[in-house]
């Protein structure tokens, strides 16, 4: 049942056992068990490496339009919870992986993963050969698919050979307009810390006198978490250097580290205009991370990052940030082959030599033959040479290609948001 076969001629016939099946465009068939919700999704088949944090990778918005390919066979035994989250709901289409999802064994744990997966209708599929499928697409690249599952184990497998041919595929296709906020918000809230939760001792600015109408709601984080009566450790807040980040699809502790790097923060939509950005008096402007092609969210995206450049403030991006920054400065981006995906990815930072341990989630990457005179490159991926961060050198503004954030992954890099928030008046 785990193994990838040549698809037959005509089979809507599931193995004995079998409840869900994925349907590879390239005419593979992989019969494996469903669990989660039941139903049919289209995208990328592609594959993640971290051993921990499934529930932050599921609902990183920078999966949207992906299933995603679990090699650490045991997923599902930490369970599930509210706060490893980076996202209200999951945005990844499901997830496929080795062994069944067994009772959660972690005291943190609030639900099954089956159960959560289930209520934000989200397909799993169990019993696949994970290591058959990494090997699948590590030689001939991340294929189009699709997943279903049905109880019955009845499906229609020419029709979905079919629906997997006919969708394009991510290059060309703008997701982040589809998964970016749809309005401005004060950003509430620090990390988390075990015993503590996350830290509310910082609550977002209400930026008064700036044309910007923020009410008590826009108070709010995504959490939900209500703005605090500030601390003693927030006395002096006012000097909290202002970045306003530009949502592309970010993860929420990217905005938790901005905070505890001394920063307050607001969050604009993906289509934020120059003057919607400039309203808010930012002393930073912070690029996010999020999915789909850059070359085709640059359409809008990219007037704004130079008009936002020629302002002198200091700029931050991450990810597709970092991809757009390249973008507005003349470079070009490319679809990868098979795309980095992990929690284990080392990239080497050319200023000292120093090996950073990072996590890494895209499929598009900075062509660097393609960068002008005026950006540096600054960092590598040591596992194929691809670039993995540039330097303006004739403004204040830099951008790596991994998340630094480490939700999951290591914190090798989290001296970047220090960094970034030091060059802030």
Known sequence: MADA????????????????????????????????????????????????????????????????TFTFPHIGNVGANADDVEADEPHALGMIVREDVTGPSNFRSAERLDAWMAKHKRIGLSGVDTRALTRRIRSNGAPNAVIAHSADGVFDVPALLAMAQAWPGLEGMDLAIAVTTQTHYGWAGGVWRLGEGYDTSFPSRLREGLGVDLTAEDALSPDGVPS??????????AKRPHVVAIDYGSKRNIFRN??????????????????????????????????????????????????????????????LGHQLLALAVGASTTKMFQGHRGANHPVQRLSDGAVEITSMNHGFAVERTSLPATARETHVSLFDGSNAGIELTDRPAFSVQYHPEASPGPQDSLYLFEKFVGMLV
């Open 5 to 68: 076969k040549p698809l037959p001629a005509s089979n809507s016939i599931a193995p004995q056992g079998a409840t869900g099946v994925l349907v590879l465009s390239t005419g593979e068939v992989v019969w494996g068990r469903g669990f989660g919700a039941q139903g049919v999704a289209v995208g990328e088949v592609c594959f993640h490496t971290a051993m921990t944090g499934y529930q932050e990778i599921m609902t990183d918005p920078s999966f949207a339009g992906q299933m995603i």
């Open 228 to 237: 605090p009566n500030p601390s003693r450790e927030r006395e002096g807040s």
């Open 258 to 319: 901005l905070v505890r790097a001394g920063a307050d923060v607001s969050v604009v939509p993906a289509t934020a205009s120059f003057e919607d950005v400039m309203a808010l008096a930012p002393d930073g402007i912070f690029l996010s991370n999020g999915p789909g092609d850059p070359a085709a969210t640059g359409v809008y995206a990219v007037p704004v990052i130079q008009q936002l450049l020629d302002t002198g403030k200091p700029l931050f991006g991450i990810c």
